[in-house]
């Protein structure tokens, strides 16, 4: 039977996961206390952007790993009760700051030192991109990359199985799934479809997931050193890179949920250790 081996949520955008033993779906589809902060770039403050009521995050509006592979070096610890955010890198701490205004100033600063000592400095010296803003309120989960409440899903198995086309151990952590499934063969969360229950929560099949360059860095030292795109295209045999898949919330009628304006779904607890069953 397949089985939930781990849980992660990631507090602010392309930053570290968080290894959780559960995970809330909330009743729009998305994790609770999942990309609840972002860095904005300063060309992306616009009304739609800073309203309170956004519900999605292109990658290009403010700091991610797809352009930024070296924020993977840095480890970064949220409070979700106290509202406060610490960075280290290499076990020194670069900044530890609240949210309120001062916080949020001092936390960007830091973020845009360090990026201007990486190679990843180019990226960041461009029109419009400085100076960087947190944005987000540290509670309300709004920066995912899609504007409906998708859990990504991705197993060990399909994990191994590339490593062994890349012939190079690969740490799981690259693709920033929230639930990791063990217990099913390469690849066969890539041929779901229908109903996928994890424990007790009610969810739908939907896309595969597309991955981007986010996936070609380290998760500890941030340096590109696996060519996963080119690997699952070429060496895999599949016309797109894929990896996981999305699962989108069942409301209580049956009728998939996740729309921003449809908050309908039952949600739920996940939990590591669940059970998968698909269809």
Known sequence: MPRVVALYRYP?????????????????GRIAGDRVLAFRFADAATPELDDAGLH?????????LESFPALAALRLRYDHDTLR????????????????????AELAEAMTEFV?????????????????ALVGDGMQSRFQDRSRGFVSVHSTASVSALGDALE????????????VIDGVDA???LRWSGDVRIGDVRL?????????????????????????????????GQAEPMLGRLLLLQSEAGVVSGDV??????????????EVTVG
């Open 12 to 28: 602010v955008k392309g930053f570290t996961p968080e290894p959780c033993e559960e995970l809330t779906v909330q009743s729009d």
């Open 56 to 64: 999605y995050w292109p990658k290009s509006k403010g700091l991610a």
């Open 85 to 104: 955010v610490q960075v280290s890198h290499e076990d020194v701490v670069l900044v530890d700051a609240s949210l309120d205004d001062d916080g949020r």
């Open 116 to 132: 201007m000592s990486t190679t990843d400095a180019k990226r960041l010296d461009r029109p419009g991109r400085l100076p960087l």
């Open 168 to 179: 190079m151990g690969i740490d799981g952590r690259r693709f920033r799934s929230n639930v």
């Open 187 to 189: 690849w066969d969360e």
């Open 204 to 236: 739908v099949a939907q896309g595969p997931i597309v991955r981007c360059l986010a996936t070609h860095a380290n998760p500890d030292t941030g340096v590109r050193d696996a060519k996963v795109l080119t690997t699952l295209t070429r060496r895999v």
């Open 261 to 274: 304006d449809d908050l309908s779904g039952r949600g739920g607890v996940i939990r590591v250790g669940d």
